[in-house]
């Protein structure tokens, strides 16, 4: 069994905000692959999923960004699963809008959910899936940025970018990483 995370701030004022685009991987998963209906558990959205075969559990925590390891920790306890069975899946503003850039282990790299997580479950060896949010620019914050929404212009580009971005966690809990790694990095 896999468990993938995806990170974001709860509540209707975050919903299509560059931050969350986590939950919106998670909401399309759990729409091609889902086989439960959400359920509230570990102060998140649980989902269960079939993925190419794989049994997974979609997890939205619903702690608020920062917060986002009290969540896993106790999910990832609950099921006996090892960090290697972990995906997590978060914004990066590092990266350029649309890309794609998975990793079997590192830093935190400044995302402070993913921050929170490795720091709860003791590990930097956690596989995260960072979907490039594109970059403020030199008079904005990046705070401000990260919780702006995508603009009409970005629209075509995040429903690609969502679509593979899911296609990429199937690979991940079905290939592995290597294989994910291999086939979206590129692109």
């Known amino acids: 069994m896999k468990l993938i995370v ?3 701030n709860p509540g209707r ?3 299509g905000t560059r931050h969350n685009i986590g939950f919106d991987v998670m ?6 692959y889902g086989q439960s209906t959400p359920r509230a558990k570990f102060q998140g959205e649980l989902v269960e999923a079939l993925l190419g075969g794989e049994r997974a559990l979609l997890l ?3 702690t608020y960004m920062n917060l986002s390891g009290s969540s896993v920790q106790p999910a990832r306890d609950f099921y006996k699963l090892t960090n290697g069975e972990i995906l997590v899946v978060c914004d990066d503003f590092n990266l350029p809008l649309g890309r794609l850039r998975i990793r079997r282990k590192g830093s935190a790299g400044g995302q ?3 921050d929170d997580i490795l720091r709860r479950l003791g590990s930097d060896e956690v596989a995260r899936l960072r979907i490039g949010i594109g970059q403020p620019d030199e008079h904005r ?7 702006s929404k995508f603009t009409p212009e970005e629209a075509n580009t995040v429903k690609e970018t969502l679509k593979r971005a899911t296609d990429a966690v199937v690979v991940w809990a079905t290939e592995g990483v290597e294989a994910c790694m291999n086939r979206f ?3």
Do not use: I, Q
């Not at 909401?27 to 091609?32: D, H, I």
């Not at 914050?141 to 919780?147: G, I, N, R, S, T």
């Open 185 to 187: 990095n590129a692109s």
């Open 141 to 147: 914050a990046a705070a401000d940025f990260v919780l």
């Open 60 to 62: 939205t925590p619903l």
């Open 27 to 32: 909401a399309e998963l759990a729409r091609k």
């Open 13 to 15: 004022k975050y919903t």
């Open 6 to 8: 995806g990170l974001g």
């Open 112 to 114: 402070k959910g993913l």
